[in-house]
């Protein structure tokens, strides 16, 4: 199920700040959610570049015909504010709680409702309980169990993939914001790494929700979109895609100046096939906060994965059928220990992520992994991470109940680039669900040299599945 919940929080002394939440939610029995979700302000306040991440359970209950009664309770951490200073004032440690109860309507292909939310950040000057409207839109997939990646599809459900899950696209850039007469303190060229979904509702036509963070001018920057696209074939190797996304990012206004978050990002992409299923491409666009002063030429370059399902029968049945692709999604609680930066030793860091796993055989997988802390750093809210890299594991066989792995990672945190290493012990539950324990290690290095190093343990609960992809 996916998830959009909007309310207007009450800031005393300053102006209040609307926050648009977006979750994914899967369904664990009836009547019960568990997933993640994301937050950020769009119209009110100065608030561009605060975000924040949850994790928690939604609950529903059908009263009479299409009434519904839901509850949400999550937890989570992130932050912002006008400036790093005042970030310490709006969000406090970083650490939140919400819980929300409504009422629903339920029209088939979504239920829209209406109802009260209470959030609160510790410490912090968000700390109250205001009306939210929410929408949910469920959704179905062919999906099988993680063991049978790599397997093939029978025809009959190689045919239903082609109707229920259509075409796909996983995008993963780097982009360059180049500022055009900056306002904020930072004048010089973003860099930022880009994760784009994309889903096709015609053959050249797509929705896409797409997260991007900062790994260097200013690291964990953020920016979340959404929107639409469209894709114009050129020659059978060559194919031009434009699209306009909307959304909320920043770092702080008095640093880059996006008012209240609200983003505009047209652009155009070039993309060339490697392959039948992996595209290169180049592209060329235009960011901008439209209720403040953030303008940027941005220039990115991108590896474009297709995902295809089934061909229901096209051509005959003369392709090979889809085969089955495992993905592993995580949700852990970590401790970061023994930290230090510049070499003064400072406090523990308390953290909630998700990582999510993409099999390469039996053996090797890559990971991405997003963890965001929910208490302060160096006294301030919004400590992040964000890591890819390459992962290895014990084959796990029938009736098996343990499996070893270890991962080496790259990527971006507060301070800048750095690399992680682990490993841990992962427990198999059954054939979709697992408990793993994990040890790792992350040094970074930002400017200056200014060198950033911690241990970290973690324990989490991870869903095992595979889907069709052509």
Excluded: C
Excluded at 84 to 90: G, N, P, R
Excluded at 322 to 331: H, P, V
Aim: net charge positive; hydrophobic share 40%.
């Amino acid at each position: 199920m996916l998830m959009l919940d909007y309310q207007v929080i009450d800031v005393p002394g300053d102006a209040p700040i609307d926050l648009l939440g977006f979750h994914v939610l899967g369904k664990v029995h009836d009547g019960i959610y568990l997933g993640a979700g994301v937050y950020a302000p769009h119209v009110e306040g100065e608030y561009g570049g605060f975000m924040a991440f949850d994790v928690g359970a939604h609950l529903r209950y059908r009263l009479a015909g299409p009434w519904l009664a839901t509850a949400d309770l999550s937890a989570g951490g992130g932050g912002g504010g006008r400036s790093v200073e005042q970030s310490k004032v709006l969000s406090g440690t970083g650490g939140f709680v919400k819980a929300s109860v409504g009422l629903a309507y339920d029209l088939g292909a979504a239920a829209l409702g209406i109802g009260a939310t209470r959030m609160k950040f510790r410490q912090s000057r968000i700390d109250s309980t205001q009306a939210n409207v929410f929408v949910t839109i469920p959704y179905t997939y062919l999906s099988g169990v993680f063991a049978r990646h790599g397997e093939a599809l029978s025809a009959a459900d190689d045919r239903r993939a082609a109707r229920e899950m259509g075409r796909n696209m996983l995008t993963v850039s780097l982009d360059n914001l180049r500022q055009i007469d900056p306002q904020g303190s930072f004048k010089g060229t973003l860099r930022t790494a880009d994760l784009q979904y994309s889903h096709f509702f015609a053959p050249d036509r797509y929705w896409f929700a797409a997260l991007g963070v900062g790994y260097r001018g200013r690291p964990i920057y953020n920016q979340m979109l959404g929107g639409v696209g469209q894709r114009l074939p050129l020659t059978p190797d060559l194919t031009l895609a434009g699209q306009v996304g909307v959304g909320s990012g920043g770092y702080a206004p008095a640093v880059i100046d996006t008012g209240p978050g609200l983003l505009v990002y047209p652009k155009v992409q070039l993309e060339y096939a490697l392959t039948r299923d992996l595209g290169l491409a180049v592209s060329v666009g235009h960011l901008f906060a439209p209720k403040a002063t953030s303008r940027n030429h941005t220039y990115a370059v991108a590896l474009v994965q297709h995902l295809r399902a089934g061909d229901g029968g096209s051509a005959g049945g003369a392709e090979a059928p889809a085969t089955w692709r495992g993905f592993r999604i995580g949700l852990f609680q970590q401790t970061e220990f023994d930290l230090r930066y510049q070499g003064v030793e400072r406090g523990n860091l308390r953290m909630l992520g998700v990582q999510i796993d993409t099999p390469l055989g039996g053996r090797w997988y890559l990971p991405l992994q997003a963890a965001v802390a929910t208490n302060e750093y160096l006294g301030y809210p919004g400590y992040g991470e964000l890591l890819a890299g390459l992962g290895v594991q014990t084959r796990a066989g029938p009736g098996d109940r343990l499996q070893w792995f270890g991962q080496l990672m790259a990527g971006a945190n507060v301070h800048g680039l750095g690399l992680k290493a682990g490993g841990g012990l992962r427990y198999l539950l059954d054939e979709r669900l697992s408990l793993h324990a994990a040890l790792g290690r992350i040094e970074t290095r930002g400017s200056g040299g200014r060198k950033f190093s911690a241990a970290s343990l973690g324990v989490g609960l991870d869903y095992r599945f595979a889907v069709p992809v052509r």
